[in-house]
């Protein structure tokens, strides 16, 4: 609970406004039935026609201030509640941000998801509940029983039965309901994600025909949600009636048990009336209490929920002081990384250097750990040892917004998000002008097509605009590393969707433009590769041969593989 510290300082006077007029609405209310017995007992029975009119005029006023109370508590208890909510969405949104990928990885994405809206809500509706009834609702029940006592002592024994019964249904329902709402929540995690999913494989799904399968697999979850949500409402349903009957209940005997006290002259009809009247508050005020408990239960299954992904520490922001080398460029010294932090490494051993200048080709298979190694160098990931420099200085060490206003990055899957294409690019550089970006755009081999856009730059990305071809992908999103004109300049697979003139044209103009920058160009294909002015190839995780083309091409068996796999013979003997 230490996460809602902050906010129950920044809403704690609010609320106890509220709670001071929830206060008045209860006097109020409690005020009634005992007005209501005078007018009855000495009004009525003595025919004073003053007494009621005047008594009666009593009521309306307690009734109307009662309500006036009642009309200020609901505007700052509504109001407070949806900041509130508001505020928690937006501290859990920029917590979430500020996670590393491996927290990340924790809670399933369709889990923050639901962490950021349903839960939130749960615990906006609970805390308005809170100012509409947690307290009013105790505050009516104990004033009743006090009043009622008060009135008449002699039937109180009604109430010493009544109430240990519904304190027992009350403790009963929030044990047994607490683990339902859980399931409840857990379930509403997995329906978004089957959604989530769906959404985002949606071609895929199409191309492979597994609608019907996605249908059915929707149908599960949601299925699941429904009984566990019906499970626990009929759980829940069990009570309320419970306790209405046991009040009832109650009713009946203070009636029986009045009737014989007002025979013997030992209690008037007005107390009985009004006896009657406050056995019926404490019931709608133990009604209140129990759906509130129910709001508790959720609210705090929630509540857990969100504290988890508060509570998430990143240590990424936390700066060590690492020892810093001499060298210029990119420096690996020994990394191992794996992904799970134990388990097998991905990357082992390795040690690479790169000088301003350069451009440094990376070459190999599959799941050669090229992705991950880039990944490292962006701080995405956390090496598990060895370090990484950039200009001297262990990456560890650097803020991670310094960092990568260093490195400019098209990743493997090229990302645009929702707005024009001039909005992607400038994602580089915010406040690039129409020059740069046209500039960027060039080098990146994208002014050409953007421009016969009929919309050109100001085209619509994304949700209800155009949808861009896998290699225009690319492209703005080369363009839009290219805009930030970083010194290091990463390239993950990024023209792998390009045709070879279009690749040849791209890697001239950056051979022009990128000047004393380096280069980390990574690919599948040899051609992509060999005029690097350094080339890697990676193998299982392992650095398996380095140096340049010609070098590798005689003397490194993986290297010669993949030529002879991609090029043919011919190369092998000429190169
Ligand atoms: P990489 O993603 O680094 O491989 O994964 P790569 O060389 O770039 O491959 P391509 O060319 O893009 O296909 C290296 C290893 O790390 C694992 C993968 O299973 C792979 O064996 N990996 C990758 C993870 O465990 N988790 C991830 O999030 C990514
Ligand atoms: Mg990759």
Known sequence: MRHYKKYIKKYGFLFSVAIVFL??????????????????????????????????????????????????????????????????????????????????????????????????????????GLMRIMVKAPLVCLGSIFMAVRLNASISWVLLLVIPIVALIIVLNVKISLPFFMRVQKATDRLNGVVREFLSGIRVIRAFNRGRFEQSRFDEKNEQLSGTSMKAMRIMSIFSPGISLTVNFGIVLVLLAGGWNINDGQMQVGEVVAYVNYMTQILISLMMITMIFNMFVRARVSAGRIGEVLGTNNPLEVKAEEASIRQEGVVFEHVYFSYHGTGEYVLKDVSLSAKPGETIGIIGSTGAGKSSLVNLLLRLYEPSEGSIYINGENIRAMDSKRLREQIAYVPQKSTLFTGTIKENILWGKADADMDEIQHAASIAQANVFITRLPEGYDTQLGQGGVNLSGGQKQRVSIARALLRDAPILILDDSTSALDAVTEQRLKEALSEDGKGKIIFLIAQRITSVMDADHIIVMENGKIAGAGKHEELAKGNSVYKEIILSQLGTEMETSG
């Open 23 to 128: 206060m008045i609405e209860a006097i109020c209310d409690l005020l009634l039935p005992t007005i209501l017995a005078s007018i009855i007992d000495n009004g009525v029975a003595n025919s004073d026609l003053e007494y009621v009119l005047n008594m009666g005029g009593m009521m309306l006023l307690v009734t109307g201030i009662g309500a006036l109370g009642a009309i200020i508590r609901n505007i700052i208890s509504s109001n407070l509640s949806q900041k509130l909510g508001a505020e928690l969405r937006s501290d859990l949104y920029r917590k979430i941000q500020s996670l590393r990928l491996e927290e990340m990885n924790q809670f399933e994405a369709s889990s923050l998801v639901t962490r950021l809206t349903n839960d939130v809500n749960q615990v906006q509706m609970f805390v308005n």
